[in-house]
DNA sequence: TCTGGGGTCCTAGGACCC
DNA sequence: TCTGGGGTCCTAGGACCC
């Protein structure tokens, strides 16, 4: 069975020119949270020798670069636009991030020719340009559009053993570009002479268990076109949830801690709902800036059992203050806080316990969620989050674009 | 003076049991 | 000098992904 991998080119670079054509052509960069490094760069910022990843501190004099915060909320929107696209179009969709999906195509299509019409047509009703690439397995679909990536060909489609022998197609892909083998299995991989995939596909099956693994295994095994990683992630369920940000400045003090870890503990629980899920433990940590070797290192983390399954504020955030209370160490400069919430359960199959009003709390949370979704997130908040305007911590994203569709206030206006 | 955030899966090793 | 063997469960940490 064929499997095909829809790829987004420089997904938020592509979503903010979306909404900016005069962005076309020009050296875009979209930088991560904290305007921290760069996430995504337009093949013209490429071009400047900027890689993705690097931090951008160290580029501030490229004035050229048109450059972005992410802006979550419109890349979400536009991914599930285009998701939802190509879902009405395949048999079958596994939506792997925002902007990546393997899909399989129906039995009747030509190949090549099904793949080159969805992109034009991706293209043209999403405006958004991917490329495709096709194989027997999704590992060699991935191979499929590593090879698009570096020999470009015109239509940014491609078909794994359609014009040349599979070995030599997968001779063109080194063994690090392949999806699963990273910097520690590459270095293994070449110790022993293996540069790329057709000769870890050729390589002896026990040498790659020994060494990389059951993943390992299953990479040779994709690579040599038997199917090892299925099409089945989009139902799994989520093993947690989480939150967790770096501050703009160090903060010393147990107040502003306790507002950040609350403000996080906020985002992590909307998550939660979102998903119908229920948590029934809680892990809190923070942590010194490990980049300031000169600065004294803190790290501490703390874990609490729930009674019972919850996605209540009023249960979650109260355990969040003594967890951070357990672990906070006064005369450190801390730079970054993480709230997790665990063992998750489905909402829906809660079970009740003797001594939490569990009722009571969730026709609150009901409440809370209705407001919020008329009145607008954050509209409301927990006392212990602070005010939002006065977070002097707060996260940077000094240069976000406008949430073109989803926001009433910042819809885009044509003159 | 800067270096993100949110996930999954796998393995080793300790605790515990019979 | 010797002091079992086999199993499960859980967790921390590594590796990897986008």
């Known amino acids: 069975m064929a499997i095909a991998l829809i790829d987004c080119l420089h997904f938020y670079v592509s979503c903010e020119r979306l909404f900016r054509p005069d962005l076309n052509g020009q050296p875009v960069v979209v930088l991560s949270n904290n305007d921290g490094c ?92 991917v490329r495709i690439g096709l194989g027997s397995t999704k590992t060699q679909a991935k191979c499929a559009c590593a090879l698009i990536k570096s020999e470009r060909p015109p239509n940014h489609c491609y078909v794994l053993g359609r014009d040349r022998a599979l070995s030599q197609e ?67 369920l989520r093993q947690h949830v989480s939150c967790s940000r770096g501050f703009s400045r160090p903060i010393s003090s147990l107040a502003e801690l306790a507002e950040a870890v609350s403000s996080y503990a906020e985002v992590a629980i909307e998550k939660l709902r979102r998903h119908r899920l229920e948590a029934t433990e809680i892990l809190v940590y923070i942590a010194t800036d490990p980049f300031r070797p000169a600065q004294r290192k803190y790290y501490n983390q703390a874990r609490h059992a729930l009674p019972g399954a919850s996605s209540s504020l009023l249960v979650i955030i109260p355990i969040c203050m003594q967890l951070l209370q357990s672990i906070y160490r006064s005369g ?17 199959h809660h079970q009740h316990e003797l001594f939490t009003d569990h009722e009571r709390d969730e026709r609150l949370m009901a409440a809370l969620d209705t407001i919020q979704q008329r009145f607008g997130r954050r509209r409301i908040f927990m006392a212990s989050s602070g005010i939002p305007a006065r977070r002097q911590w707060q996260t940077r994203a000094a240069l976000r674009s406008p949430r073109f569709t989803t926001c009433w206030q910042e819809l885009p206006e044509v003159f």
């Open 38 to 129: 760069a996430v995504a760069l337009s093949a013209e910022a490429r071009a400047l020798g900027l890689e993705r990843g690097s931090a951008w501190f160290f580029h501030r004099h490229l004035r050229q670069v048109r450059l972005f915060s992410s802006n979550y909320v419109l890349y979400g929107d536009i991914s599930a636009r285009l998701m939802r696209f190509v879902a009405a179009r395949v048999p079958n969709i596994e939506v792997y991030s925002i902007d990546e999906a393997f899909v399989t195509l129906p039995p009747t299509a030509d190949p090549l020719t099904f793949i080159e019409a969805l992109r034009l047509d991706i293209q043209q009703a999403i405006g958004i340009p």
């Open 170 to 236: 997968l001779r063109q892909v080194p063994v690090t570009a392949i999806w699963g083998i990273g910097p520690a299995a590459g270095r293994k991989l070449h110790a022993t002479g293996v540069v790329n995939a057709a000769e870890l596909a050729a390589l002896d099956e026990r040498w790659v268990l020994r060494n990389l693994t059951i993943t390992g295994y299953r990479i040779q095994q994709e690579l040599r076109g038997i199917a090892a990683i299925g099409m089945e992630r989009a139902h799994a």
């Open 332 to 348: 450190y400069a801390y730079k970054k806080a993480g709230v997790l919430l665990l063992k998750l359960h489905p909402a829906t």
